[in-house]
């Protein structure tokens, strides 16, 4: 009987062990972090839609709807799902505790943008809101949660650099969502696509 438990111990283990990661590995909503290589790649002008978004890695210009600014943007990291969590607990030390609904996921992106061109005089207000997440077709509510830091979000003037975090949610059957600069939140027009793959 000595024998028998510490082999049906193990055996139980291995068994719901393999079960619960291999899910957790197999799911293909669920990617793996995906990080940047350098040096960045530059989107060419077919891309940035929402049939052909940007990819992790490669840098998308964006002028505004006036015309009167100019931005380089790049997302240079993307988690999602469990990867979250862990990328908080690692950086911060602890789990952020986020309100869970079961049908999203989270989605944690690093973001640099070159604020190359606009009015000398006029700062511009850029943070996570710029950013809106098309997931199953539709435009998901922007969220209140705390980014790590530095947090994507700043008061900027033409030749600043921007990086940081910004969290989002997306549903968590969607294979492919997509993060959105600049979408005009009234009707959905404008906007460059990226992807977090």
Same mark, same amino acid.
């Given at each position: 009987m000595?024998?028998?438990?510490?082999l049906?111990t193990?055996?139980?283990?291995?068994?719901f062990?393999?079960?619960l990661?291999?899910?957790?590995?197999?799911n293909?909503?669920?990617?793996t972090p995906?990080?940047?290589?350098?040096? +960045?790649?530059?989107a060419?002008n077919s891309m940035g839609t929402r049939? !052909? $978004?940007?990819?992790v890695?490669?840098?998308?210009h964006?002028?505004s709807?006036?015309g009167?600014? !100019?931005?380089d943007?790049?997302? !240079? @990291?993307? +988690?999602r799902?469990?990867?979250?969590?862990? %990328?908080y607990k690692? @950086?911060n030390?602890?789990?952020?505790?986020f309100?869970? @609904?079961k049908? %999203?996921?989270?989605l944690?992106v690093?973001?640099e943008? !070159? +604020?190359?061109q606009?009015?000398?005089d006029g700062?511009? %207000?850029?943070d996570e809101?710029v950013?809106?997440?098309l997931?199953d077709s539709q435009f998901i509510?922007p969220?209140?949660?705390i980014a790590?830091?530095?947090?994507?979000?700043?008061l900027a003037? $033409?030749?600043?650099t921007?990086?940081?975090?910004?969290?989002k949610q997306v549903?968590a059957?969607?294979?492919?969502?997509?993060?959105?600069?600049?979408?005009?939140?009234?009707?959905?027009n404008?906007?460059? +696509?990226?992807s977090? %793959?």
């Amino acid at each position: 009987m000595r024998r028998i438990l510490p082999l049906l111990t193990l055996l139980v283990g291995i068994i719901f062990g393999t079960s619960l990661s291999a899910h957790a590995d197999t799911n293909p909503c669920v990617p793996t972090p995906v990080i940047a290589a350098t040096p +960045y790649a530059t989107a060419d002008n077919s891309m940035g839609t929402r049939d !052909k $978004p940007i990819p992790v890695g490669v840098i998308g210009h964006r002028t505004s709807q006036d015309g009167l600014r !100019k931005y380089d943007i790049v997302i !240079k @990291e993307a +988690y999602r799902g469990s990867a979250v969590i862990q %990328k908080y607990k690692t @950086e911060n030390g602890f789990d952020p505790a986020f309100p869970t @609904e079961k049908d %999203k996921d989270y989605l944690l992106v690093y973001v640099e943008a !070159k +604020y190359i061109q606009g009015p000398p005089d006029g700062a511009d %207000k850029l943070d996570e809101s710029v950013f809106t997440v098309l997931s199953d077709s539709q435009f998901i509510s922007p969220l209140t949660l705390i980014a790590l830091n530095p947090k994507f979000d700043t008061l900027a003037l $033409p030749g600043a650099t921007i990086r940081g975090w910004i969290v989002k949610q997306v549903f968590a059957d969607d294979p492919a969502p997509l993060l959105v600069w600049g979408i005009d939140p009234s009707n959905g027009n404008g906007g460059m +696509y990226f992807s977090i %793959k």
